[in-house]
């Protein structure tokens, strides 16, 4: 039926002198289906068309995606390579561009060692992309700090779902299965604002009768509509989750015969959570004992179920656990592995999934293959063609890498598709990190706040100018298409990091004339990992709507739904979580009283490089502004639209206050999607969580004055 109407739209949509080209949009993780129109004679984007066969989001997409085009032919983009003389951008050619880096690197290299380069990389880049720039810093540069955004992003996630179920693949189901779903879990998922296409499968469920509960600090649309909202304190899931596995055991809701045939732990999982009782939960949640004893008995009564998280409970320094914690909800009832019910963290990046397994991570190499392992090194270096003794040693994480500045270990970065000056936590660190480099290069197709700080800015190409595949939030590896060439001189990332690996005398390790000969490499190079693409061909991409890894071989027919039969343990058993519950980082004091918390609106996305560019988005979200409940408010005086003066224990800021019952009245939300004096980010606390090391964005402690 979609099929068909599809075809049928398509052909309505014709228009002379216009070219419809299949693709996705580049933003969030959904991928939303779209065909990109190009005006034939001017060779421009002027518009996009939702895609109603493609089977994930059926047509649907947000205000970011229906606009994303206007930023391809931007007037604002960078058309030729910059270099700064005298703290003035001046245009220079790829040439002088590229002298100028292999002097400086190479200089540098010499003088400090091998290690004094760095590498920044981000995954709104495709796989092809995200897989070379491993490979560019190890290889082209031979340094060992590489990391990425994705640190900031999908790093808790991997980790919790690399202890509890063997592997990370976001969801362990198809997302076309969820209207069949009885139950939502969701927690720290503002699902309506940050992935608006998904909500229709909410609501597809909700209307053959399912269950929601949505556990979040603030009422957001989705815990509006929930049969439970859980307003928790931010940084009190491990105590929440566990609470939920506490009532799941002592009221008989455990799937006994699953347990004891598919997970680890489970005695000492229940006697760790006697102690979460729905007092003790509440206690520490601030969540009632009546809401919490209704959520586990929803849950626990429902057949088939899915928990759900994002962000709201990774981006803690106890982001892992809490991953264990509510991935072992899923277990305890026997949910993971079969039609319509698991787990998923929603993948926030475009190619937030498939740009975190294939090396970009510090101490990661293709396929989820750890640097840490012999065989694993030998593997990759056999596909890169060098001695496994030349494979660096693993690096630090994003945010530490900034210490490796300050140390004067890194002397030199490379930053491509991120914007840290903007999106990093404790920013005023990271701009005085910035300052003290040697030489900085930034990748972007905008001028970013974080290219304002570089020696030399190179002109990369949007979405809509190259080719590749990404990898949506179900694992789905899907395909980019390219729509027009490049504007001005910019030119690829991959074409970027292959004339400086040439300029570093490592050319002949990056022979590639073209995207496919990069996927092959980058299909082979993930043979026999964990995520596996060795399989998918961009053929079966077309013909199939999509492969979902682990595809080991092209007769394979990719796996929708993960662990049917086992987990990919050691001994194909899941871990439950034997977690115990901390307080966050920083907690609120006599001096810092109240609790920040920082995320999205729908109209921005990210550092907001791209978004504030859109001018229909601006006007629906001009400004940063603290949401604030009207009793909170009201103990400082404030009204709604007055200036609110917000101080951490490491700098101030001030923002209009936007008065609202939708959200707990000891907590502040402000998105973070604006540079400089209107980043949030100069107040976040930059503690890491001990395994993923991911940032706390969602807690800190905050003084509130009226300004
Ligand atoms: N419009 C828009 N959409 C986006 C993005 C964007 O920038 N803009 N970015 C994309 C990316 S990269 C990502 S990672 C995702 C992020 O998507 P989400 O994680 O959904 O977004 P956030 O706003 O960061 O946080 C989600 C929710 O967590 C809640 N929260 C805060 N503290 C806690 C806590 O301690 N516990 C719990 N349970 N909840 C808490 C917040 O109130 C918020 O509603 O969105 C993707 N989609
Ligand atoms: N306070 C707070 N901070 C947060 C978060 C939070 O919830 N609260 N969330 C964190 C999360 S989840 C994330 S994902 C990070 C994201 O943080 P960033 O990585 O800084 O996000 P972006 O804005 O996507 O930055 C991408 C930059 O690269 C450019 N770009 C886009 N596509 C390409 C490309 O293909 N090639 C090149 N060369 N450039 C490209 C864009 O113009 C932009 O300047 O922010 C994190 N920071
Ligand atoms: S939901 Fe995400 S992928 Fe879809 S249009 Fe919006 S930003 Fe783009
Ligand atoms: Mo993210």
């Given amino acids: 039926m979609t099929q068909f109407l599809a075809k049928e739209g398509v052909k309505n949509l014709h228009r002379e002198g216009e070219k419809l080209i299949t693709t996705h949009c580049c933003y969030c993780g959904m991928q939303c289906g779209m065909h990109i129109r190009l005006n034939e004679k001017t060779g421009k984007v002027v518009g996009v068309e939702p895609r109603y066969d493609w089977p994930v989001t059926l047509g649907k997409m947000c205000p970011k995606g229906v606009t994303a085009y206007q930023t391809v032919d931007h007037d604002e983009r960078i058309t030729t390579p910059l270099i700064k003389k005298n703290g003035q951008f001046v245009r220079a050619t790829w040439d002088e561009a590229l002298d100028l880096i292999e002097k400086n690197f190479k200089d540098l290299q010499s003088k400090h060692g091998k290690d004094a380069l760095s590498v920044y990389g981000g995954v709104s880049m495709t796989n092809e992309k995200c897989y070379l720039v491993g490979k560019y810093a190890r290889v082209g540069l031979g340094t060992r700090f590489v990391d990425y955004n994705g640190r900031f992003c999908m790093s808790s996630a991997a980790g919790g779902f690399m202890k509890t179920l063997g592997t990370d693949r976001g969801s362990t189901f198809p997302w076309t299965e969820l209207e069949h779903t009885d139950c939502f879990f969701i927690s720290g998922w503002n699902a309506a604002e940050c992935h608006p296409t998904s909500i229709q499968w909410l609501w597809k469920a909700r209307d053959k009768g399912a269950k929601m509960i949505v556990a979040d600090p603030r009422e957001t649309q989705i815990a509006r509509l929930a049969d439970v909202h859980l307003d928790l304190k931010s940084g009190t899931d491990s105590a929440l989750a566990n ?135 030998k593997y990759i270096a056999g596909v890169w063609g060098i001695q496994p003794e030349e494979m660096p040693k693993a690096g630090v994480s994003a945010y530490e890498m900034f210490d490796e500045i300050q140390k004067g270990n890194i002397r030199a970065m490379h930053v491509m598709c991120s914007n840290p000056a903007v999106s990093a936590p404790n920013t005023e660190y990271v701009w005085d990190s910035f300052r003290k480099l040697d030489f900085l290069v930034v990748s972007d197709f905008f001028l970013s706040e974080t290219a304002e700080f ?83 061909t961009y053929d079966r991409i077309d013909k199939e709507d999509g492969v979902f890894w682990p595809c080991p071989s092209e007769d394979h027919p990719g796996t929708p739904t993960m662990f049917k039969e086992k ?138 004055e009226k300004a």
């Fill in 243 to 377: 609470g939920m596995l506490h009532i799941i055991v002592r009221d008989g809701y455990v799937d006994e015969a699953y347990v004891n045939e598919r997970c680890n732990n489970y005695e000492e999982m229940k006697e760790k959570v006697k102690l979460f009782t729905p007092e003790y939960t509440s206690e520490i949640t601030g969540v009632s004992v009546e809401k919490i004893e209704k959520a586990a008995r929803i849950y626990g009564k429902s057949p088939r179920s899915v928990v759900m998280f994002c962000r709201g409970i990774e981006q803690q320094t106890k982001g892992v656990d809490n991953v264990c914690i509510y991935t072992s909800m899923a277990l305890l009832r026997g949910q993971i592995g079969k039609f319509a019910s698991g787990v998923a963290t929603v993948t926030g990046q475009g190619n937030g999934q498939g740009g975190r397994e294939h090396g970009q991570k510090a101490d990661a190499l293709p396929g989820y293959r750890k640097i840490a392992d012999p065989e694993h090194v």
């Fill in 567 to 704: 987990f990919d343990t050691p001994n194909g058993k899941a871990n439950l979580a034997v977690v115990d519950w901390q307080e966050p980082n920083e907690i609120p004091t006599a001096k810092f009283p109240h609790t920040l918390t920082t995320g999205r609106v729908v109209f921005h996305y990210l550092s907001g490089t791209q978004t504030r560019r859109v001018k229909f988005l601006m006007e629906q979200c001009p400004l940063p502004y603290a949401e604030m409940h009207p009793e909170l408010a009201s103990q400082y005086n404030l009204a709604n639209g007055d200036k609110v003066k917000l101080s951490t224990p490491r700098s101030t800021m001030v923002v209009d206050v936007r008065l609202t019952k939708a959200i707990r009245n000891d907590h502040v939300f402000v998105p973070y999607h604006w540079g400089k004096e209107l980043s949030i980010n100069q107040l976040t606390n930059p503690a890491l969580d001990p395994t993923s090391r991911m940032p706390e964005f969602k807690v800190c402690a905050v003084k509130i």
């Fill in 454 to 536: 570089a020696d030399v800015v190179l002109p990369a190409t949007t979405w809509a100018e190259d080719e590749g595949t990404t990898t949506n939030l179900e694992g789905r590896v899907i395909r980019i298409r390219k729509v027009k060439d490049p504007v001005g001189e910019s030119k690829t990332d991959w074409q970027i990091m292959q004339a400086i690996a040439e300029r570093m005398d490592k050319g002949k390790y990056f022979p590639y004339e073209n995207v496919p000969q990069i996927y092959e490499e980058f299909r082979l190079a993930t043979k026999g990992g964990k995520a596996d693409y060795y399989g998918i």
